[in-house]
């Protein structure tokens, strides 16, 4: 493999979780930060979040499970508007969320700038190096979290998560 290959392989894999210097966002990239409602992303200015969501094809066997068993879970969802594995990720979970009937009232979403960092301490509170990061808490207490990307797939990580927290 060529010297520059090589470069291109690390620079793809760095994704959102490279620590960048912050610069000021150009039109094209406003950034949405601090706590957000589904619609300040879901809007033409962000149009890849749509076209993401659109495109996702659920994997219709888990959407029944998730429907069991959500009840009692709230998800506090931190994400990049800026960042494209947030984008992707993000659209994902509100696909299967919508498919299975997850109130949007149980959804919280937080912005970041690339510096991931927050002046009101919700980054510090809930640890974030990684954006997006899905963080599910039952009665206030975090049971699960998805960071970046998940590991097998959106469904399947949401899944056991949801699984892992009943009797708690």
Known sequence: ?????????????AGCST????????????????WAVREDFMQPDYPRF????????????????????HQG??????????????KREVARFLKIADLASIPSSRIKFYG???????DDGVTEQY??????TFIFLKHGIEVGRIVESPKTSMEE????ILADSQGR
């Open 1 to 13: 493999m060529g010297r520059l290959s090589g470069i291109l392989i690390v620079l793809l894999l």
């Open 19 to 34: 620590k960048q210097a912050e610069k000021p966002p150009t039109t094209s990239e406003r950034m949405v930060l601090g």
């Open 50 to 69: 749509q076209e993401y969501y659109d495109a996702y094809q659920v994997d219709g066997n888990f959407i029944q499970m998730i429907q069991a068993l």
């Open 73 to 86: 879970v709230d998800v506090v969802v931190v994400l990049g508007t800026w960042c494209g594995d947030s």
């Open 112 to 118: 970041v700038d690339r510096t991931k960092t927050s």
């Open 127 to 132: 640890d974030i190096r990684l954006v997006p």
């Open 157 to 160: 990580d949401l899944l056991v």
